[in-house]
C-alpha cells in the first residue's frame, strides 16, 4: 500500500496521504462497524428493558 505522509517544520507527522481506493474500503467498513454497533446497542437496550432495568419508550419518543 503506497501511504505518505506529511510533516511540520518538526518533522512530526501531521496529515496522512492514502491512495483513493484504500480511502473508499477505509469509509466502507467504518460504516458497517457503525452500523454493527448500533445493532449491538440496541440489543442491549431491549435486553435491559426486558429485565426491567430501563423503560420502555413510548412510540412518540421512538420516532422523535
Do not use: C, Y
Not at 496521504?17 to 442491549?44: A, E, H, N, Y
Not at 420502555?56 to 420516532?63: H, T, W
Request: zero cysteines; proline letters at 3%.
Amino acid at each position: 500500500m503506497n501511504v505518505q505522509f506529511l510533516t511540520d517544520e518538526h518533522g512530526e507527522r501531521t496529515h496522512v496521504l492514502l491512495p483513493i481506493k484504500v480511502w473508499k474500503k477505509m469509509q466502507k467498513d467504518l460504516q458497517k462497524q457503525k452500523f454493527k454497533d448500533s445493532i449491538t446497542s440496541g440489543l442491549r437496550e431491549v435486553k435491559l428493558m426486558e429485565e426491567g432495568k430501563i423503560a420502555e419508550p413510548s412510540i412518540e419518543e421512538l420516532f422523535k
